[in-house]
Structure formats: structure tokens, C-alpha cells
């Protein structure tokens, strides 16, 4: 999908340790360098159940990094 704003994407690898305890993160977040006062609104993006998610705001990408895996208890 082209990028309206040309800006290059912005992703941030995370390991599972980072993920909250749904699986996700919320964006703005300190781990993409982000302050919350200058930025978006705050939401909500599930990792976990993809691996990956991207915020409608920004457009960054919080990805779990190669290897790491969310949960596992069945």
C-alpha cells in the first residue's frame, strides 16, 4: 500500500515482555520514541494476535521481534 504522506514507515520491534497483558501495545508509546503530548490520540493496537499492528494515526508498525512469540500457555 503507498504511503500518502511519503514518509518512510516507522517500525518499532518488540519483545513479548513488552506486550501488555491482552497482547498489545498503545500508541503513542515511549518505545517508538514518541511523546505523548505532541502526538495522536491514544489507542489501542492488538500485536499478539498477528505479530504485527499498525496505528491509524502515525502509521508506525509495532512488530514482535524474529523468535518472540506472545502467550503460549494452551
Do not use: I
Not at 19 to 29: D, H, I, Q, R, T
Not at 46 to 54: F, H, L, N, Y
Not at 57 to 73: A, I, Q
Amino acid at each position: 500500500m503507498p504511503n500518502p504522506n511519503n514518509k518512510p514507515e516507522k517500525v518499532v520491534e518488540l519483545a513479548a515482555k513488552d506486550l501488555n497483558a491482552n497482547g498489545g501495545v498503545f500508541c503513542p508509546s515511549a518505545k517508538a520514541d514518541m511523546q505523548l503530548w505532541n502526538t495522536h490520540p491514544r489507542v489501542y493496537l492488538d500485536v499478539a494476535g498477528s505479530g504485527a499492528a499498525k496505528c491509524p494515526y502515525c502509521g508506525t508498525v509495532y512488530k514482535l521481534r524474529d523468535g518472540e512469540h506472545f502467550g503460549g500457555h494452551h
